[in-house]
Nanobody, 114 residues
């Protein structure tokens, strides 16, 4: 059974940083794409970042230059480093892994506010 557990969300002031982690379990995901989506109240879920098994990265336009995605295959973990955070980054962040379809974490709240 695939399970994803996120951590690292919270409240941060504008301009601050947070690092999200997502640990996957159930099998070896080193050959699977992983990444993050987010959903703000009243908005559709949007792709934040993804990383393939070859470490090819894709970032959403709104976070390019501020967010970085990385992974540690030995730990089955994907990370999202978020810098220069803005109030519009406030959302629930969901990690995913692609293995015979998408599997999702439970979500972690990120709030950017002074």
């Amino acid at each position: 059974q695939v399970q994803l557990v996120e951590s690292g969300g919270g409240l941060v002031q504008p301009g601050g940083s947070l690092r999200l982690s997502c640990a996957a379990s159930g099998r070896d995901f080193s050959n699977s794409a992983m990444g993050w989506y987010r959903q703000a109240p009243g908005k559709e879920r949007e792709l934040v970042a993804s990383i393939t098994s070859f470490n090819s990265r894709n970032l959403g336009d709104s976070v390019k230059g501020r967010f970085t995605v990385s992974r540690d295959n030995a730990k089955n973990t994907v990370y999202l480093q978020m810098d220069s955070l803005k109030p519009e980054d406030t959302a629930v962040y969901y990690c995913f892994v692609v293995y015979m379809g998408y599997h999702w974490g439970q979500g972690t709240q990120v709030t950017v506010s002074s």
